[in-house]
Structure formats: C-alpha cells, structure tokens
C-alpha cells in the first residue's frame, strides 16, 4: 500500500476493510425492510460515488497523475507511481525508480517513506467509506429487489440474466482497470467509476420501485403507471 512503510501495515489495513464490509453487510440486513430497497439503494449508492470521488484524489497526493511508463526511471523521485509499476523498486539511495532485479535491489523499498503516508491515509478512509456504502446497498440489495420483481412464470429465467450480467460486469471491470490506469491513472479511473454511481443513482430513482412490504400484483402496477 503506497505510503505505509511496512507490509504489516499494509495487512492491518485490508483487515480493517474487510472488517468493515463484514459489519456493514450484517447490519444491511435489519435495515432493508426498516429504509426499504429504493431508500437504501439511494442513499447508499451516494456514499459509494462519495468513497470513489475521494479515493481518486488520495490517489492524486500519492501518485500524482502519473502513468504507467516505458521505464522504471522514467518515475524519477515519484515514489507512489514507481511501486505500484510491478516491474520497480523505488531506492532511498538515489531517490529514483530503479528495476527490481537490478544488483542493488537490498536498498530497494517496495513502500515509501512516511513523506506519503498522508495521501495513503487519505485513501484508506475513502475506501472505507465506499466499502460501507456498497455493503449497505449496493451488495445485496440489487439480489433482494430482483427476486421481488418478477412474476415466477419467469422469475428463474430473468435472475439468471440479471446473475449472468452482474457477473459479465464484474469481468469487465477486472479486465479494464489496469489498462485504464495506463491510460488515464490510477485517479482518473477512479473518478470514472464514481460517474458510474451517478448513472446508477438515476437509474434507481427514476425506474426501481419500492418493494418493501407489496405483493407481485402491487409491483407490476407500480411498472404500469
């Protein structure tokens, strides 16, 4: 994790998030029926482009926009884009990027100096913030609303699309991150992703219904009007 200067940290720190999306999700689950899908999905996924927005930033006092380079001294002093490059080291010695595998890698540091640690701290809140967020909505909510919709003539058949699409959506995000931090950084890939929420911020408040507590019939009324 740039900025923490040890890998202790680093572990200490993804334990505390999924710590937080372990609690969040529990606690999502007395709140559904009290807020209702369509609150929870509004307030939360707002939280979520919040967490995403701010994580972007952190990224920018820790990586600057910075991206990826032919070459490891390319980077020059810039710690926080050096060791996120797999391919290098970042050496106290020289105050540059240098290759891994090059003689002097003992002086290498695969974490940078505490001069970092405030844009890193920065990341990590926002992470938790969005982390929280998605727990309370975004992850699970969409399973709940989606067994309520549809009628059971057709209701195995329309979550197994919905399934296969969350699936499909989620390969593509894997596959696309780390081209997009080449092209537009680690921050402008984040801030993407929080224009996304938006989307989705609209999307929910003009076509999902509330389904708390109504019955099929109820629903497909709410469609029809």
């Not at 993804?14 to 509004?42: E, H, Q």
């Not at 540091?109 to 967020?133: A, E, K, M, R």
Request: glycine share 10%; aromatic share 12%.
């Amino acid at each position: 994790m740039a900025g923490f200067t040890s890998i202790k940290d680093a572990i200490y720190f993804s334990i505390l998030v999924s710590g937080t999306n372990f609690l969040m999700t529990g606690i999502a689950l007395f709140l559904i029926d009290k807020i209702g899908r369509r609150r929870i999905l509004l307030y939360t996924i707002v939280g979520t482009a919040v967490g995403l927005a701010i994580l972007g930033v952190g990224f920018v006092f820790v990586t600057g926009f910075t991206t990826k380079q032919n070459t490891c001294f390319d980077y020059r002093g810039n710690c926080g884009a050096c060791i996120i490059d797999d391919r290098c080291g970042f050496s106290m010695d020289s105050d540059s990027c240098v290759l891994k595998n090059q003689s002097n890698s003992g002086s290498l540091y695969l974490s940078c100096p505490s001069i970092n640690t405030g844009g890193s701290w920065f990341t990590l809140v926002s992470l938790v913030i969005f982390v929280t967020s998605y727990a309370l909505g975004l992850g699970h909510v969409p399973w709940t609303v989606q067994s309520e919709l549809f009628p059971l003539s057709v209701r195995g058949r329309a979550v197994g699309l919905a399934t296969a699409t969350n699936w499909l959506a989620n390969l593509g995000v894997a596959v696309s991150f780390l081209p997009l931090t080449e092209v537009i950084t680690i921050s402008g890939t984040f801030w993407i992703y929080a224009i996304f929420m938006v989307i989705g911020w609209i999307f929910v408040y003009t076509a999902v219904p509330e389904t708390a507590g109504k019955s099929l019939e109820e629903i497909q009324e709410l469609f029809l009007r």
